[in-house]
């Protein structure tokens, strides 16, 4: 049998495991560990983020496939500008390159693509490409790709901090009528629903300034595995285990009426 249909078959069998009817909608992705893949194996560090573009591409196909509806991933941090020159300059560089080879096939597959962060710092012509995707693919609706890029959680949270100020000043709205509804509408991700799962691999405990509004209530799922090695049966192994997380969102699993009479808490 070859090495493809082993995969395959592998991939299939978890996918049996999968309760179709508790498929997360929204997934997001913390894709690290693209420096550490390509150190290990003697390489430079751009070796990573090449080989990271390919399994970007494997698990968008596969998160679609499942059912998923948004997948979010972050792609550069507002941090990331401390890294070496040389290597922020090959990481907008493969931006440019993604955008130019993958757009049409992105079209093709109606899915929608979007940038979420502060993109005035990118060089010009990126700044183009990526608005000419976005509008490209504006109309998209089987699945959305949000691309974070020069994204910072905080940034964002102070961002819609000031928007809601300048409203209120403007007596727009009443400083007394900002609330969680209000204060959603103004943040990069309005209108999408937050990630039920939150996946960052190369086993890092940490958000790293990511969507920290948004992960308020997400379940999170840290995997070894470098992103350069990751691919769609370890992707369907983190919502096995995301199906088998007993969500309680601050309450208690629901007793039966008779338990409740009995606990602790009747007189
Ligand atoms: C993630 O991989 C990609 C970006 C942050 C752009 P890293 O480049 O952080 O890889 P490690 O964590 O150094 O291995
Ligand atoms: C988070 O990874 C940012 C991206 C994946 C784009 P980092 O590698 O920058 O995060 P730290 O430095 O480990 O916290
Ligand atoms: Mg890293």
Same mark, same amino acid.
């Given at each position: 049998?070859?090495?493809?249909?082993?995969?395959?078959?592998?991939?299939?069998?978890?996918?049996?495991?999968?309760?179709?009817?508790?498929?997360?909608?929204?997934?997001?992705?913390?894709?690290?560990?693209?420096?550490?893949?390509?150190?290990?194996?003697?390489?430079?560090?751009?070796?990573?983020?090449?080989?990271?573009?390919?399994?970007?591409?494997?698990?968008?196909?596969?998160?679609?496939?499942?059912?998923?509806?948004?997948?979010?991933?972050?792609?550069?941090?507002?941090?990331?500008?401390?890294?070496?020159?040389?290597?922020?300059?090959?990481?907008?560089?493969?931006?440019?390159?993604?955008?130019?080879?993958?757009?049409?096939?992105?079209?093709?597959?109606?899915?929608?693509?979007?940038?979420?962060?502060?993109?005035?710092?990118?060089?010009?012509?990126?700044?183009?490409?990526?608005? !000419? =995707? &976005?509008? #490209? @693919?504006?109309?998209?609706?089987?699945?959305? %790709?949000? $691309?974070?890029?020069?994204?910072?959680? *905080?940034?964002?949270?102070?961002?819609?901090?000031?928007?809601?100020?300048?409203?209120?000043?403007?007596?727009?709205?009443?400083?007394?009528?900002?609330?969680?509804?209000?204060? !959603? =509408? &103004?943040? #990069? @991700?309005?209108?999408?629903?937050?990630?039920? %799962?939150? $996946?960052?691999?190369?086993?890092?405990? *940490?958000?790293?300034?990511?969507?920290?509004?948004?992960?308020?209530?997400?379940?999170?799922?840290?995997?070894?595995?470098?992103?350069?090695?990751?691919?769609?049966?370890?992707?369907?192994?983190?919502?096995?285990?995301?199906?088998?997380?007993?969500?309680?969102?601050?309450?208690?699993?629901?007793?039966?009426?008779?338990?409740?009479?009995?606990?602790?808490?009747?007189?």
């Amino acid at each position: 049998m070859s090495f493809g249909k082993i995969i395959y078959r592998k991939n299939t069998e978890l996918s049996k495991r999968i309760d179709m009817q508790k498929v997360p909608e929204h997934v997001a992705i913390i894709m690290d560990g693209n420096g550490r893949w390509a150190t290990k194996k003697g390489l430079p560090r751009s070796f990573g983020h090449n080989k990271g573009v390919s399994v970007l591409k494997e698990i968008l196909k596969a998160s679609k496939n499942l059912g998923c509806k948004v997948l979010t991933v972050y792609a550069f941090s507002t941090e990331n500008w401390t890294r070496p020159t040389k290597e922020v300059d090959f990481l907008i560089n493969l931006f440019r390159e993604v955008l130019r080879n993958e757009i049409e096939e992105i079209h093709q597959e109606l899915i929608k693509i979007k940038f979420i962060g502060d993109l005035s710092p990118f060089p010009k012509d990126l700044k183009q490409l990526i608005y !000419n =995707s &976005e509008s #490209l @693919t504006k109309n998209n609706n089987s699945f959305l %790709l949000n $691309i974070c890029a020069n994204y910072g959680g *905080r940034q964002e949270i102070v961002k819609v901090a000031k928007e809601l100020a300048i409203k209120s000043s403007s007596g727009e709205i009443k400083p007394s009528e900002v609330n969680e509804e209000l204060f !959603n =509408s &103004e943040l #990069l @991700t309005r209108g999408i629903k937050d990630p039920e %799962l939150l $996946i960052r691999t190369s086993g890092e405990k *940490r958000i790293s300034n990511f969507l920290l509004w948004q992960l308020a209530y997400s379940e999170i799922y840290i995997s070894d595995v470098l992103w350069p090695d990751f691919n769609e049966f370890e992707f369907l192994k983190a919502i096995i285990d995301y199906q088998s997380r007993n969500r309680r969102f601050g309450g208690i699993e629901s007793l039966p009426n008779e338990s409740f009479e009995d606990s602790q808490y009747s007189s």
